[in-house]
């Protein structure tokens, strides 16, 4: 029996993949709601919404890792992730998801990180990792670079 023990997670779908985060990162799952646009914003800045009366910033991981403009429909959802930062303005940010997010147990040798992936594709801005979990394509994203951005957009709205 293997005694490495296991991280609770949350597998997350998005336009054109999945990424994976510790469920300690992760404060809430809620439906789609109408955003409030950010007019000085990336593309991949989807908007913001008003939550636990602060203003919160939604990301489209799918245009930003993968490309691919997001889609919303009735199963998209809006997962509030706690930031690692300590900027009071930017305590949490939303990331657009296509469904709801599955919750899994993963221990260290479920993540495979020896891939082949050119570089080019392995340097995406939003990446930190590329990895496998049960033979599928996941990215663990790089949640400083993303904050690093929200963080001034959040000042002007």
């Known amino acids: 029996m293997d005694a ?6 949350l597998l997350i779908t998005v336009q054109g993949g999945q990424v994976i985060l510790p469920n300690s990162l992760v404060a809430e799952v809620l439906p789609f709601a109408t955003l409030l ?4 914003a990336p593309r991949w800045v989807a908007g913001a ?12 991981l799918g245009r930003l890792i993968f490309r691919i403009a ?4 009735l199963n998209s959802r809006i997962i509030i992730a706690h ?6 303005r930017l305590p949490h940010f939303g990331v657009l998801s296509t469904a709801a997010p599955r919750p ?3 221990q260290r040798t479920d993540l495979d990180f020896d891939l082949e992936i050119p570089d080019a594709e392995r340097n995406r801005p939003g990446v930190l990792s590329w990895a496998t979990y049960q033979d599928q394509l996941v990215v663990i994203p790089d949640m400083d670079s993303i ?9 002007r709205t």
């Open 4 to 9: 490495s023990p296991s991280l609770r997670c």
């Open 37 to 40: 646009q950010i007019e000085t």
């Open 49 to 60: 919404m008003l939550w636990r009366n602060l203003t919160t910033p939604l990301v489209s």
């Open 70 to 73: 997001p889609d919303r429909d």
């Open 83 to 88: 930031t690692l930062g300590t900027d009071p």
């Open 104 to 106: 899994v147990s993963v």
């Open 147 to 155: 904050e690093a951005v929200l963080r001034p957009l959040v000042r």
